[in-house]
């Protein structure tokens, strides 16, 4: 079964960081882009950034917002993508999703984050 | 960032009746190599979000054939032929041709 799980969310304060986690199974990891979304409380769905294959150089993209503070990883030989989050805003409380980038559509369950002194 | 505009924030449908959700983009969405990477994804209560509708209109495995997506340009359309009760949710159109790749704002489907 084709299937991601995120880990690492919880409650942080702001400034602090926190690294999310996307476990895949069921497919070739490596040959896929790696997404990250997020959803804040009520609100629509947001790309946050991605992660190309190793083909394609391995390079990221990151959102105006997230940029700078955010950094997207793998680690091919544990199919795992990471999201490593710094200097945390209120305003990056959010559900965060990680997505396949490529012909098919898998998605996480998502998990928290919380942003709060 | 390409602006993605949904026509309704909230669209009230009867069981067994269409239903139609139109999204325009501030650009047009066609990318280099001829195809238009325009999405639909459905996002039930308390779920992650699931594709519908690839490259304007294209249906994901296991969607039921009731979607239906169309669309050129800057101008796309889900349309739902008969409603029913399972589709309540929200729907999104989202751009992969630019980078920011941006979501619609969504469209709250509900049975009247």
């Known amino acids: 079964e084709v299937q991601l799980v995120e880990s690492g969310g919880g409650l942080v304060q702001p400034g602090r960081s926190l690294r999310l986690s996307c476990t895949a199974s069921g497919f070739t990891f490596g040959d896929y882009a790696m997404g990250w979304v997020r959803q804040a409380p009520g609100k629509g769905l947001e790309w946050v950034g991605f992660i190309r294959k190793k083909l394609h150089g391995g390079t990221t993209d990151y959102a105006a917002p997230v940029k700078g503070r955010f950094t997207i990883s793998r680690d091919d030989s544990k199919n795992i993508a990471y999201l490593q989050m710094n200097s945390l805003k209120t305003e990056d409380t959010a559900v965060y999703y990680c997505?396949?980038?490529?012909?098919?559509?898998?998605w996480g369950q998502g998990t928290t984050v919380i942003v709060s002194s | 960032d390409v602006v993605m505009t949904q026509s309704h924030l909230s669209l009230p449908v009867t069981l067994g009746q269409p239903a139609s959700i139109s999204c325009r983009s501030s650009?047009?969405?066609?990318?280099?190599?001829?195809?238009?990477?325009l999405s639909w994804f459905q996002q039930r209560p308390g779920q992650s979000p699931r594709r519908l509708i690839f490259?304007?209109?294209n249906r994901d495995s296991g969607v039921p054939d009731r979607f239906s997506g169309s669309g050129s340009g800057t101008d796309f359309t889900l349309k739902i032929s008969r409603v029913e009760a399972e589709d309540v949710g929200v729907y999104y159109c989202?751009?992969?041709?630019?980078?920011?790749?941006?979501f619609g704002q969504g469209t709250k489907l509900e049975i009247k």
């Open positions: 490259r304007v209109s």
């Open positions: 997505r396949l980038v490529g012909p098919m559509d898998v």
């Open positions: 989202m751009q992969g041709t630019h980078w920011p790749y941006t």
């Open positions: 650009q047009s969405l066609v990318y280099r190599d001829g195809n238009s990477y």
